[in-house]
């Protein structure tokens, strides 16, 4: 499976970004697809993610409210609407995905096997 993100940017404090993930093949119902966020000096973290099955999304307790993760079944992609970006969000974003994790294993980086390109979201007046 190859992951390829897109639609990073410059944004000011309260501006908004959409960022894109799309897979290269058909995702099962098993699928979770995501994001996480590595800013500069800091460790991988935990963004979104969305379950295929059933459309169950998991957010980050820092953008909850703020950013909202959705999926188009036809065209294989999640997308990260981001909303009322703060400097804090700065950071290059990675999409990710699997088809073999539990609920309890969403949030590490080391259970997923999928891996897209980064694309860096600066948050700056």
């Known amino acids: 499976v190859q992951l390829q993100a897109s639609g990073g940017g410059l944004v000011q404090p309260g501006d908004s970004l959409r960022l894109s993930c799309t897979a290269s093949v058909r995702t099962s119902s098993r699928f979770y697809m995501g994001w996480f966020r590595q800013a500069p000096g800091k460790e991988r973290e935990f963004v979104a993610v969305y379950n295929w099955s059933g459309g169950n999304t998991y957010y980050a307790d820092s953008v909850k409210g703020r950013f909202t993760i959705s999926r188009d079944n036809a065209k294989n992609t999640v997308y990260l609407q981001m909303n009322n970006l703060k400097p804090e969000d700065t950071a290059v974003y990675y999409c990710?995905?699997?088809?073999?994790?539990?609920?309890?294993?969403?949030?590490?980086?080391?259970?997923?096997?999928?891996w897209g390109q980064g694309t860096l979201v600066t948050v700056s007046s």
């Open positions: 990710a995905a699997d088809s073999r994790l539990i609920l309890s294993s969403i949030r590490y980086d080391y259970e997923y096997d999928y």
